[in-house]
């Protein structure tokens, strides 16, 4: 699985990222990250506002800081939907 | 009408904290009266007003326009068509939450999606322009005829600008991958108040955050101006006779990125040394509207054409509407 970070490298990417990172940790997954910075690409997203978090090419949260606890419910739902 | 004054006496210029500042300041034993208290008495009053405006403002605001997010400013903006869609896009502008840091995802996003380039464009110039926590502040410094003046030439050059770009099929010098396959166009995902208010939270301390030093540095440059310059000296440069005040305002501010909250107690310290309104409205809006970082950023979707286009559109709309206020206030 690939976890990709949307953003110029704006401050709430960067703080984004380690909310992503952490959450990640607590489930002891086998995860890529990638930055996303450029202009053309982050739009290929449909997204307007970043900093956007992609899971494989899924958007699941943009425009805002997401928190480490959400991120957390939205990997366990997101594998969940990839199993069945 | 008087409690109305007293209200915005006390609320937004909050006169109390100049008098308690004035207090403390005499009981450390620095006299006001002289230029350096002066100035010191400025600073620490301007400092700690702005930022309690700005967090109690952006709350408020940012509340408001949780309900405007772009991609239903675009959704509204799919309905309508010619200048009434140009007309709504510089009024939404006015709500929609914006970060310069945003504008180019936000500029394919609008565009990618069919809105003509005229009408993002309106929101482009208005949203940085006039927006609603710079109307309340300027309220607090000047008064609020000049802020619902400068709302009202915002909107008008935001409008103009984006019918020119319209009449002048200016499509063609966006560049061709912003049109390019289609693109899937995320709706905002549903709000609860909860989200609302934790939107509003981050949305200050983001803000803050941001634009603290702006703040710092412009109050600074205020109180220096305020109290240290000679009145000869600003005036001899930029006095309301001197008829390139304002082209000079407004060169000097284009390629400035600065926050509109830092400028404007550089612009009331301006006015206060008998330089004109129009000429610190020019530099306040040039700084607002254009900076070479975000012309930098535009340069990436669209062709030199349009961006000269809309550079030269901006500084000279902004020149007029600073002659017309010196003329009409002078």
């Known amino acids: 699985m690939i976890i990709k970070i949307l953003g110029s490298g704006c401050p709430n990417c960067k703080k984004l990222e380690i909310n992503a990172r952490e959450a990640v940790k607590q489930l002891g997954l086998g995860v890529d990250f990638v930055k996303v910075t450029d202009f053309k690409e982050i739009s290929s997203y449909g997204i307007m506002r970043t900093p956007g978090l992609v899971f494989d090419d899924k958007v699941v949260s943009f425009g805002k800081v997401t928190d480490t606890a959400t991120i957390v419910e939205l990997l366990n739902a997101y594998i969940q939907e990839r199993r069945v | ?330």
């Open chain 2, 1 to 330: 009408m008087s409690v109305f004054v007293w209200l915005n006496d006390q609320l937004l210029k909050m006169v109390w904290l100049s008098d308690l500042t004035e207090f403390l300041l005499y009981q450390i034993g620095v006299d006001v009266s002289t230029p350096l208290g002066a100035s010191l008495h400025f600073f620490i009053y301007d400092v700690i007003k702005i930022f309690i405006l700005l967090s109690v403002l952006i709350f408020l605001i940012s509340y408001i326009q949780s309900y405007f997010p772009p991609e239903r400013t675009r959704q509204i903006l799919g309905r309508y068509k010619g200048v009434t869609a140009r007309l709504i896009a510089a009024l939404l502008g006015t709500v929609t939450p914006f970060c310069s840091c945003s504008s180019i995802p936000l500029f394919i996003g609008f565009t990618n999606a069919g809105l003509p380039v005229g009408v993002t464009f309106s929101f482009l110039i208005s949203s940085p322009l006039v927006d609603l926590a710079s109307i309340i502040l300027l309220a607090s410094i000047f008064d609020w005829t000049i802020a619902l003046a400068y709302v009202l030439v915002g909107l008008i050059l935001a409008v103009i600008g984006g019918s020119l770009i319209s009449w002048l099929k200016m499509e063609r010098y966006v560049e061709g991958f912003v049109f390019d396959s289609p693109m899937v166009s995320l709706e905002a995902p549903e709000m609860t108040r909860k989200d609302r208010i934790v939107f509003a939270k981050d949305q200050v301390k983001f803000i803050v955050n941001k634009v603290w030093i702006y703040v710092l540095v412009g109050v600074g440059i205020g109180a220096t101006i305020h109290n240290v310059i000679p009145e000869v000296w600003v005036s001899a440069v930029l006095g309301v006779d001197h008829w390139y005040s304002v082209p000079l305002a407004t060169l000097i501010g284009v390629p400035i990125y600065a926050d509109i909250f830092g400028t404007l107690p550089i612009a009331s310290a301006l006015v206060e040394k008998g330089v004109g309104l129009g000429t610190a409205l020019a530099l306040l809006m040039a700084v607002t509207t254009l900076s070479l970082p975000s012309i930098i950023l535009l340069k990436n979707v669209v062709k030199p054409k349009l961006l000269s286009l809309f550079v030269l559109y901006c500084t000279f709309g902004i020149m007029l509407i600073g002659f017309m206020f010196n003329i009409l206030m002078g």
